[in-house]
């Protein structure tokens, strides 16, 4: 055994606090550092993408061709979705992952720590690549970011680097996903069965197990763009025996999946709090896990809804239409049990539990329109229409993001031992709810009066709700200027000393630690006290 | 729940991965660009291989002289288990999705292009004269006529190399175990030679697909699948074959116990997945 070999075997023993400057990050191999580095990346690209968002509802204040040209639109359309599907949704639910499940579960880092540094720093590499296209001869992807053949061909010299770009996101969900998987299933303390697990932990093994089934499916689809484009195969070329909408059945393979991994963890992260505020164990802890798994599986099978107009047999719509609505069971056991966990709770309404609540309602209200949307017949009406557009942002904004806030809110004095500003916090609460409900509610009756998605202009009696859309998008893109200003409070320690249990008796292992959690939570496997424990 | 530690073992940090990320910056920038019709676009590509691989070899010395030092415990070993099963899985899908659109292209674009189910007139307006069979380049005959590839000749005797190398690499993983050391370095170096020929008659094949058949990459979707399909398998295959060299090399230099030889176990389930993946491509890429 070599000298280095017994140096840093003893460096390993010895808890030490973190190393010192920019080595801390880059080298980091810390799950509480890159949980740290995740969750500002993702504000970062939440911020960029949301300005984008501005541009885009800019330009559809009032009819007509304002401020930016239609290519330039398309483009923001398509690099806003993309931005904040792999850089800000996902990257916030790893970070999450990894402040939160080594701490719930016993364990003192990810099982994997330097492959989950590698997992981080691919990211600001793909986005990089995806940003640069901006600036490029023919400009940035604008064909949507489904990325359908033939239109994404005609991009110009972005087009190899938003396949890479896709590409390393793919590999870096990939690595975070097995970490998370070997992690949760390999570093549990020996007391915490399975079914003992925090319903976060649980829906992120879930999701960790769709991201590993269905990111490499994605990047086989992304590579025969490629071919297609660069070296001449026939893919999605019918002249040669292909088919483009090939290429939307392997994207919604991949693509349907991934909505679910946007809104598990959020499942889970609202199942940790409801109870926290209800004062009472979650309803159906077993229930949920059930019925987290069936809509995975569910996930599967259910795709082509994505293309009911691509002209796909009956049979096919259909058997589409049926799974589709199938999920909305699983769903319903979800949000019966968060409703049943508050009967009779003694409830408190701090800001987690706000936007918790306000989860609740509005992710339902999502839901009900994909219900609506499942149904082929109508479908073809609603097909590409504002109404989809009002759908998947009821389910993402005051879905998912309302649930990545939450959880910041909650869990944010375990992780810097200060209380945030309560008061502040329920105003940006109060402001969000307010203002995406003014941006995204007013769609539904656009879409469903005929107005198309993705244009920069429109017909004049569309005109009253897109002007009260945009003034919506942009009190709501102020309002989180508000809870930056929060979080950066709350970093730098200007709240009251939080304890370490931070809220009223909560279950669960992190709370059983000192606020802030120490550099290495657990360095033996800690018992799982009958208080702290699920189900 | 595996086998628990009494302490729990956390590495050090590490410089590997964020060189990782600059190789991958230099490899995808120099990819784009160079396809993008920019000549140095090439050099900065190679450069990124160059530190990627320069990074595979530093992180993986790292991790081997930590396990040799004695570092790891059972809970890391199985860590490293894991991690390598689910890498697998990731790869099975990569390539369902190329055998997804082989299904797809044979029993729905080409039957379609040839009028069944409700295209008719697609047929009959757009592609008149076109047939449903397979192997076909499309209505469109891009790329010219060709002969397919048989299943017979050459890829019957890939199967059987590689079917063979499943073979001894077990009697290898065998020998290992019950610590014969001379049996482990004979099997385990016929393995990653049936590898490495696999490799070299598939080039040769490729050569005779291009030189003599008119078979190329541009072949319509009987071209774009068979290449792509069995062009990421012969790179796994390569990438498998050189694994097992390494570890050859690190049988040689003594390393591996029969109670601890993770790296081994992990490049065995490997080359049986490529294994699996190409009894696949024989039935549907090549005989059926």
Known sequence: ?535 | MSQTADHYYVPHESHWPIVGSIGLLLLMVGFSSWLNGSAPGFWIMMSGVAVVVFMLFGWFSNVISESVGGLYNGQVDMSFRMGMFWFIFSEVMFFSAFFGALYYARNMSVPWLGGSSNNFFTNLLLWSGFENVWPTNGPGNVGGEFIKMGPFGLPLVNTALLLSSSVTVTIAHHALIENRRGLLKFFLAATFILGFIFVFLQAEEYVEAYQHMNLKLTTGIYGSTFFMLTGFHGMHVTIGAIMLLIVWLRVMKGHFTPNSHFAFEATAWYWHFVDVVWLGLYVFVYWL
């Open chain 1, 1 to 535: 055994m070599s000298s280095a070999v017994t140096a840093a075997n003893e460096h390993d023993h010895d808890h030490h606090g973190p190393a010192k400057g920019l080595k801390r990050w880059l080298y980091a191999t810390n799950h509480k550092d890159i949980g740290t580095m995740y969750l500002v990346f993702s504000g970062l690209m939440f911020f960029t993408g949301g300005f984008m968002a501005l541009i885009i509802r800019s330009e559809l204040f009032t009819p007509g061709l304002q401020f930016v040209a239609p290519n330039f639109f398309n483009q923001m359309t398509t690099m806003h979705a993309l931005i904040m599907v792999f850089g800000a949704v996902m990257p916030a639910f790893v970070g999450l992952a990894n402040w939160m499940i080594p701490m719930m579960i016993g364990a003192p880092d990810m099982a994997l720590p330097r492959m989950n540094n590698w997992s981080f720093w691919i990211l600001p590499v793909a986005f990089s690549m995806l940003l640069a296209t901006l600036f490029m001869p023919g400009g940035a992807p604008a064909g949507g970011w489904t990325m359908y053949p033939p239109l994404v061909l005609q991009t110009g010299d972005a087009f190899p680097f938003l396949i890479f770009s896709v590409h390393l996101m793919g590999l870096s969900s990939i690595m975070g996903a097995i970490n998370v998987i070997v992690t949760i299933i390999n570093m549990r303390t020996p007391d915490m069965t399975l079914l003992k697990m925090p319903m976060f932990v649980w829906t992120w093994l879930i999701t960790a197990y769709l991201l590993i089934a269905v990111m490499p499916v994605l990047a086989g689809a992304v590579t025969m763009l490629l071919t297609d484009q660069f070296f001449g195969t026939s893919f999605f070329l019918a002249a040669g025996g292909g088919d483009p909408v090939m290429f939307q059945h392997i994207f919604w393979f991949f693509g349907h999946p991934e909505v679910y991994i946007m809104i598990l963890p959020a499942f889970g992260v609202v199942s940790e709090i409801i109870p926290t505020f209800a004062r009472k164990p979650l309803f159906g802890h077993d229930s949920m896990v059930y019925a987290a798994s069936s809509i995975a599986f569910l996930s599967f099978i259910v795709w082509a809804h994505h293309m009911f107009t691509v002209g796909m047999p009956l049979t096919g719509q259909l058997f589409f239409m049926f799974a589709t609505m199938l999920i909305a069971v699983p769903t319903g056991v979800k949000v019966f049990n968060w409703t049943a966990t508050m009967w009779k709770g003694a409830m408190t309404f701090e800001t987690p539990m706000l936007f918790s609540l306000a989860f609740l309602f509005l992710f339902t209200i999502g839901g009900f329109s994909g219900l609506m949307l499942a149904v082929v017949s109508s479908d073809i009406q609603y097909h590409d229409s504002y109404f989809v557009v009002a759908h998947f942002h009821y389910v993402l904004v005051p879905g998912s993001i309302f649930a990545i806030m939450a959880a910041v809110y909650y869990w944010l004095p375990k992780w810097t031992g200060h209380m945030y500003n309560e008061k502040l916090g329920q105003v940006h609460f109060w402001l969000s709810t307010i203002f995406v409900n003014v941006t995204f509610f007013p769609m539904h009756f656009l879409g469903l009066a005929g107005m198309p998605r993705r244009i920069p202009d429109y017909s004049t009696q569309f005109t009253d709700f897109n002007s009260i859309a945009s003034i919506g998008a942009i009190g709501f893109g102020l309002s989180q200027l508000l809870f930056v200003y929060v979080v950066i409070q709350c970093v730098r320690k200007q709240g009251a000393k939080a304890s370490s249990e931070v809220w009223e008796h909560p279950k669960g292992l992190e709370w059983t630690v000192p606020s802030p959690a120490p550099y290495h939570t657990f360095n033996d496997p800690p018992k799982v006290a009958a208080e702290v424990a699920f189900s």
